[in-house]
């Protein structure tokens, strides 16, 4: 019974320590109107895989276009009018890959999210003790809730953040429509009591 305890602490703290030490950050960019961001990212080992995703949070639309191109040059991956994307890179070349980014579409500045993450090479094949090949799969069955869970939350928080932006836009464009309203009103009731008052005035003048 004290083992089993054991065995099943020491899981939860190893697999506390994976999710720690990964490489995922997501981190946010700012795109104004017309305007290109790049990235760059090297990959130093053939068999190096990275994660890449992005989710546009803010601004108009909520479209951008994205391209990677390879250490040689080529392009790999073009995309135009995307809102968010996710890609498993796998190494086409050894050296610094680029990431750009261009906001043509609309003219308000779009908040993106960026993610780079290496993916975790497969276990070794070496032969390993049973106790030690149910204790991989267990660590590696938490890791893959866990990162379900965490492109669970970042979809959500995308859809907050882009409903909040569509909420925001449109209570100014109702703010602008009462004004505009407002005005229109003030015109056409300056504009009747004008007219009453000039078509008594000269029927007054008629009848003296």
């Not at 700012?30 to 080992?45: G, Q, R, T, V």
């Not at 049973?130 to 379900?148: C, G, M, S, Y």
């Amino acid at each position: 019974m004290l083992c089993s305890v054991i065995s099943l602490v020491l899981v939860f703290i190893t697999s506390f320590c994976v999710a720690e030490s990964s490489n995922y950050a997501p981190f946010a960019i700012s795109l104004p109107a017309f305007s290109k961001e790049c990235l760059y990212h090297d990959l130093l080992n053939a068999q190096d895989e990275l994660v890449v995703g992005y989710q546009v949070l803010t601004g108009g639309n909520f479209e951008i276009d994205f391209d990677i191109t390879a250490p040689d040059g080529s392009v790999i991956i073009s995309e135009r009018q995307k809102k968010y994307s996710d890609f498993l890179l796998k190494s086409f070349g050894i050296g610094q890959y680029k990431f750009c980014f261009t906001n043509t579409h609309g003219t308000a500045v779009k908040k993106v999210e960026v993610t780079l993450e290496m993916e975790k090479n497969a276990l070794n094949n070496k032969q390993e003790k049973p106790e030690d090949v149910i204790t991989n799969h267990a660590i590696e069955e938490i890791d893959r809730n866990l990162n379900k869970m965490r492109k669970m939350m970042d979809y959500l928080r995308a859809r907050e953040w882009r409903n909040m932006s569509t909420v925001q836009s449109t209570e100014s464009r109702l703010v602008w429509l009462s004004v505009l309203t407002m005005g229109i009103m003030a015109g056409i009731s300056i504009l009747q009591a004008t007219v009453v008052h000039f078509m008594f005035k000269d029927r007054q003048r008629n009848y003296v």
